[in-house]
Structure formats: C-alpha cells, structure tokens
C-alpha cells in the first residue's frame, strides 16, 4: 500500500523531486465572493513516504502488509521494522568503518501518530519474533534457574543450622564458610531482551544484568514521560541512560544502597508517541539541551483516520510466517555474541558513504538546510552506519557477520537517512511550533466541506484540546487571521445570539 503524505487541498503541490510547483492560473473552483487566497498554516513540503524498498523481501512484505491490513502509512511497521532489527543486533555486533570508528547497531527511534491510528495492532505485529525470541530463551535457562536457585536455598539453609549448632569458634568457623560457598553459587539470571514501562533507574538496573543490551520498547511513550521527569521528587528529566546508552559509554553508579557498572551499554528504544508528546518533550530545556533529542529518529506519518479502508486485504500467513520466523531466529543466534561481531564496509560501500559524509558536512553551516539541525544531523552519519549494519544483517541474517557490508546496502541505508533527515525537519519544527496552530488545525480539518458553523460546535469538537472556551475563541481568531473562516453578523438582537462562522470557499467545496 502506498500511502501520500500530502497537506491539505489548499497546500502548494509538490512534484516527485520534493519541489513545488508553480501556481496555476486557472480560475478557482469555487466562487470568490471577497474571500482572499488563505495562508497556509503549515508551509512546510510534504513529506516522503517510508522508502519501505530498503529492506530485504521478506521485511518489506510484511510492512506493507501490515500496513494494508490495519491501514496505517507504511513508516509505522517500517520504523518499528527498524526497531526489531535493533533490538536483535544492538550490542552484539557493531558496523566497523575505519581507524577506531565503531558504530554499535542500537537505534533511538519514535514514531509520532495521534489516538486511534492503529499504534498498538501494528506494534503487536511487528515486535512478534522479537517477544518469541525472548521467551525462546527465558525458557531455556528456566530449569537452570531453578535448579541453581534450589541448590543456593538448601546450601543457605544447611549453612544456618550449623551456625545454630556451633558451640565453639572453630564449629562457627565452619558454618561461616559454608555460608559463604553458599553464597557464591551462582544463579544465572532471566534473559531479557526488551522492557516496557520502567524508570531509567530500573533499566540501568536491567542493562547490568543483561551484559549491557536492553531494548525500550512501547506502542505508547510513557517513557518518555517518566524519563522527563513525571515521577521524580524534583520533576527534574533523567537522561542519563538514553545519552550513555546510545553511544556506548561506561555506566557506573556509586550511590547508596545501589552499586552497578556498565562497560558497553547498548540500548535500543523504539517507541509509538502522541504529536503533543513532541512539544512536551522540548518543553524540558534538560532533554533539548542535553543532547537526547539529537539521538532519536523520529517518524510523523500522516494521519488516515476518516480515509481508512473499511474490508483491508489481510496479511498473507507465508509472509508473517517468513518474517516472524526470520527476524527471531536473527535475535536467537546474535543473543550468543558476548564480544561484538564487527561489520566491514567494503571499499565500495566505503566510498559511498563518505560521499554522504561530504554531502553533509556543508549542510551542518549556519546558513545551511541542516543548521537549525546541527546536533541532530552530526549523528546522522552515523546513524547511517547503523542503518547499513541491520540492513547488511536483515539481508544475510545466517553468516551476515561472516562478510562486509556492500555497495548497494549503503545506498539503501543512504536513502532512509534522507527520509529521516525531512521528518526531523518537521518534528523539531513542530516541537517550535505555536501550540495555537496546531489547535487551528484540528478545528481545520473539521470544518472542510461545511458552509458554516457555530462557535459552540467548534468547542466541543476541540474542547479535549484546548482549556476552556476562551481558548477556543483565540484558536477560531487565528483561522480568521488566515483567512479560512469569518464570522457572520447575527441579525438577532434578543438574548444571547450564537456565534457563527462562514467557511472559505475553497474548504466547502466538496467532492
């Protein structure tokens, strides 16, 4: 299914290269009657679609057939397609690509669509092989545990009664040593692959136990909210794991009643949050000025509630099958790589990359498309890096670690990172945004194809939205100051008159 991410009907058209074109001078299709042309409230380029080509056959498939089956934009199951591939080969292998330059293969990534998209369903699906990997093996180290656990307790317990019974200093001798080898009988530790809704102190926690690998993984962000800071004393962000945990570096915590140590951290986030998350989340100068913006990939697919198919095809069973099967026996076989399988790039593949390099290096200028970026887009190389690792490992996913990433597998890393270099364009620019404007929209796209409406059905369309009426009076002023709606002079002169407003023309054509 391919899904057109496209402005509204009164946006400039934007041809296949992303630019747009010229104005037509033909005659609007509606009448004029003094309405000027409305200015646009978002002037931004529609965005590209999820280049879902990237990936090897059996992944695309899936995506696109997950997206047809429960109609959301191909970039959902994409990026969580990505996240999959991360949470299999983060910390377990890294792509190698010069001198001491090492890039682990753990993403950062969001995904931001509103209520009743389809997050949960399309999580669910795609996430499948990782979830049954990491039962695979809890199950089968569950007997291990039990038996080394039931060794300990006895042990512990033989250990006690001698102490009980010692009646001299040479018998108590004896049962503290028997405490002690006790004590050192060593219990291996559930295997996890992946953590939903904990607290970065817990993850930490995790990260240790599980030799520094650990994947966030959520249909909702409440991460995110908990890492700004939603449950602390101080209401102050704790980003420390996120900035550590993306680039590798040592964790080590000496606190009070708590002691871990981290050499490699690896952790893999990927998470489905709400559009206002995106402005929440600048809200806090600790999670922007810190860095932790910079290290996520972030995804704005349109929205297709009211344009969804009602009877979808549904997902063919050989590809889920192909899929599941594949992306878990991937997790399965790089969970054994204690020390990180390394990647090489082949002189090709080399090459192109630092043609990409060199392409993005004037374009982190102040002056330059990338300037405003500049912290996010220096990641960006190698986050390309990255890409190209999972993808070489989606491609070979039996002896992948046995060859060296090729040509064509970095163009398609290349070209994911283009797709991501416009989204994060439109998701910083949206963390900036007016909060008004973005309400102005949601009245927006109410009010297409209506003549006219009044102010109290407005309000309660947004009133989730927006404080109380006042404040949808203010949003209704912006429209008016765009010049999509205004209001109608009420000819009654008893009682409390309604409010009405007239529509744009061009937004009540409809059809």
């Known amino acids: ?235 102050r962000p704790n980003v420390e794991l996120v900035l550590k945990g993306h680039a590798g570096d040592r964790i080590q915590v000496d606190r009070r009643g708590r002691g871990e140590f981290v050499e490699r951290p690896s952790l893999t986030i990927g998470l489905c949050i709400q559009p206002q998350m995106l402005r929440d989340i600048a809200a806090k100068p600790q999670m922007a000025g810190r860095g932790v913006l910079a290290r996520f990939l972030f995804s704005l697919p349109p929205d297709m509630v009211g344009k969804r198919k009602i009877t979808p095809d549904l997902a063919p069973e050989e590809v889920m099958r192909a899929y599941n099967e594949t992306i878990k026996q991937l997790a399965l076989d790089l969970s054994e790589w204690l020390d990180p399988a390394l990647l090489s790039m082949s002189p090709a593949a080399l090459k192109l990359f630092t043609e990409w390099r060199a392409e993005l290096e004037p374009r982190l200028l102040e002056n330059g498309d990338l300037g405003s970026l500049r912290e996010w887009a220096s990641k960006l190389a190698g986050h390309t890096a990255r890409v190209a690792g999972l993808l070489h490992l989606a491609e070979n996913p039996a002896n992948g670690h046995r060859s060296a990433i090729q040509e064509e597998t970095m163009k398609r890393a290349i070209a994911l990172a283009r797709y991501y270099v416009a989204h994060a364009k439109a998701a910083f620019g949206a963390m900036e945004e007016p909060p008004l404007l973005a309400k102005a929209r949601k009245i927006l796209k109410w009010v297409e194809g209506q003549k006219e409406f009044k102010k109290r059905d407005a309000h309660r369309h947004v009133q989730k939205h927006v404080k109380d009426v006042a404040e949808t009076a203010k949003v209704l002023s912006v429209l008016e100051d765009y010049g999509y709606i205004r209001m109608i002079p009420s000819e009654t002169t008893v009682g409390r008159p309604s409010i009405t407003y007239a529509v744009h023309p061009r937004l009540a054509v409809t059809g």
């Open 1 to 235: 299914m391919t899904t057109q991410h496209n402005e509204p009907n009164w946006a400039p058209d934007i041809d296949k290269t992303g630019k747009e074109t010229p104005p037509t001078t033909e005659e609007p299709p509606y009448p004029n009657d003094g309405w000027e042309e409305p200015i646009p409230l978002h002037a931004g380029a529609a965005l590209p679609p999820f280049p879902t080509e990237v990936f090897p056959g059996y992944i695309a498939a899936m995506v696109k057939a997950i997206a047809e089956e429960i109609q959301v934009p191909e970039d959902l199951p994409g990026a969580l397609a990505l996240a999959a591939l991360a949470t299999a080969a983060g910390g377990r292998a890294e792509a190698a690509i010069k001198g001491t330059w090492r890039e682990p293969l753990n993403l950062m990534l969001a995904v931001a669509m509103p209520p009743g998209s389809g997050k949960s369903p399309v999580f669910n699906a795609m996430m499948r092989p990782i979830f049954q990997a990491e039962k695979a093996l809890q199950e089968a180290v569950r007997d291990k545990i039990a038996e080394c656990e039931a060794e300990r307790q006895t042990a512990l317990a033989d250990a006690e009664e001698e102490m009980k019974k010692a009646k001299d200093i040479k018998a108590r001798k004896v049962a503290l040593a028997s405490r002690l080898r006790a004590d050192e009988i060593e219990v291996p530790v559930m295997p996890r692959l992946t953590a939903d809704d904990t607290s970065p102190e817990q993850a930490t926690t995790i990260l240790a136990e599980q030799h520094g690998r650990l994947a966030i993984l959520a249909a909702e962000g409440a991460f995110f909210e908990v890492m700004m800071g939603r449950y602390s004393k101080d209401g």
